[in-house]
């Protein structure tokens, strides 16, 4: 790959190619004998990479020379609040609204989008301030390693690519089960039975399309987006107007079926409904001007999105018993259940439009995290090539589309959401806890004392809100335990706020009133993750484990190589140029 020879020198080689070199070009891959050699140092490059952090600079300019081209800048602050819409309002809103007001939050399910909306709102603040400060494809990838290291990177490297898997599976079943209902059949009758499972080849056709799409051109998947996107809000105009006018008040009663904690349960769910946001994040290589246009893009959609959501969860409640709600097709159902048999052709096809602009959006957002994951090597650089006349990381795009199309081909929505969701959530919070650390904390000019002030106060502060998600789950009716950890999330909050001073100012837009808004999406992340049943953390621990066989197997021994030949690389610069003075001399 690149990275070996010359630091400014790349050399041209043709996209399509498949020798052993553009997928394990590290030293430590090169033969058995250095392989083993490699595994007998495991503990020492273990230690090497759990304390190795990368900087804004490495990620911005050293970092994109992996891609051996550069993408398009083609898009504007009106591509992004559209890519905002497109990427969030799909199968979230359409089918785990129903879901989830009929399985645990009943009418409450408006409070459950509330909750949600909130989180999600201060994890959009984090992401504003890192994305107009290092605007590359890596998104909170690329955050993380900056401030929390190269390991804690990875593990949540595994979770953005096991997020970006499972979520483009779980809205592709979604959009066949609305196609059969815009085809006047039952939601699963376009999948094929087979023993216990039921098929779903039109998932996968459904994936390939919006893949090929996103790998001709991201200004063209721009404007597909943006005519899809207006037609669907047409469509959710709809859905409120006359949801509304078909409201029964009567359907809110009773309004909390199965009290507080089936609120959050919903919650921590329907989180997946505004995931896909970050995939803004990622496009900032792509964009034109991103100090301004990514905040406006973030901010304005989501805030809208939030209200939306609200209203039409609402809208659900009021024009049928949530015992009655349809959970795979809930808006069309409950607009048949009041005399309009039409609408759910209409309401269907909105459907469609929304999931398909979510695949769209994310077949765009997932490829340029695989594309900068792979530019560390901490998955095989070949896919980390963009496309010389496209401009776009097809490689990358491949990758995510066949993993995607092989479990939407055999698996449930249900299933997936709860993967879903306890990966969203985590990744979240960790992106709250490495803005503290950006603001609090800079190499080489914080204090060795006010680092450790800030790593107990950071532990404080998860440690309570823990605590606060465990005393929910084990007495969700008690008081005793809150009178305890609130108090100490208050406490590592204020600590922070008045022990530390901010070591780093935002240049353009940072989060407002630090540390208490990350500090609080710290604790809501963790909170709505405690709210999740233990089958989520069962899969989420399995894939865990599976992402640290491969990182002590592959990933560790990879980057290691990397990040030493660069020092090599370096050390050889200042070498060439001090010989260089000698010789005016």
Known sequence: MSYIGKEDEVQQRPYWRWSKVDFLPEESFQNWNTYLS??????????????????????????????????KRCLTWWDLTWFGFGSVIGAGIFVLTGQEAHRHAGPAIVLSYVASGISAMLSVFCYSEFAVEIPVAGGYFAYLRIELGDFVAFITAGNILLESIVGGAAVARAWTSYFATL??????????????????????????????????STKKTSQLNWIATALNTLVILFVLIAGFAHANTSNLTPFLPHGAKGIFQAAAIVYFAYGGFDSIATMAE???????????????????????????????SMMQKYTEIDP??????????VGMK?????????????????????????????????????????????????????????LMTISSGLIAFFSSLDVLASLLSVSTLFIFMMMAVALLVRRYYVREVTPGINQLKLV?????????????????????????????????????????????????????????????????????????????????????????????VYYTLV????????????????????????EDKEEKA
Request: net charge positive.
């Open 286 to 316: 792509e964009t034109k001007n991103p100090s301004r246009d990514i905040p406006l893009g973030l901010l304005g959609s989501m805030s809208i999105i939030t209200v939306v959501y609200c209203l039409m969860a609402l809208s659900l």
């Open 183 to 216: 085809l006047n059949r039952q939601p699963d009758s376009l999948r094929i039975p087979k023993g216990n499972y039921l098929l779903g080849p039109i998932a996968v056709a459904v994936l390939a399309i919006a893949a090929t799409i996103a790998m001709i």
């Open 342 to 398: 039409w609408a759910k052709y209409l309401v269907a096809l909105g459907a469609l439009k929304g999931m398909t602009t979510v695949l769209l959006v994310g077949a765009l957002g997932q490829a340029r995290y695989t594309t900068h994951i792979a530019r560390a090597h901490m998955i095989p650089p070949w896919f980390a090539l963009v496309h010389p006349k496209t401009g776009t990381p097809i490689n990358a795009t491949l």
């Open 38 to 71: 490699a595994l007998s140092q495991i503990y020492s490059r273990f230690n090497d990479r759990l304390l190795s952090r990368s900087d804004d600079a490495n990620e911005i300019t050293q970092l994109r020379k992996q891609s051996e081209n550069d993408m």
């Open 456 to 548: 107990i106060f950071l532990l404080v502060i998860i440690a309570s809100s823990m605590g606060t998600s465990a005393y929910w789950g084990l007495r969700p009716n008690g008081w005793v335990g809150y009178v305890v950890t609130i108090p100490l999330w208050f406490l590592g909050t204020m600590g922070i706020s008045i022990f530390l001073p901010q070591q780093r100012t935002p240049k353009v837009w940072g989060v407002p009133l630090v540390p208490w808004l990350p500090s609080l999406s710290v604790a809501i992340n963790i909170f709505l993750m405690g709210s999740l049943g233990p089958p989520a953390f069962i899969r989420f621990g399995i894939c865990t484990v599976a992402m640290l």
């Open 555 to 578: 990933g560790v021994h990879a980057t290691y190589d990397m990040a030493h030949q660069q020092q090599k690389l370096d050390a050889l610069k200042v070498k060439n140029e001090d």
């Open 328 to 337: 795979n097709a809930a808006y069309s159902m409950a607009f048949r259940s």
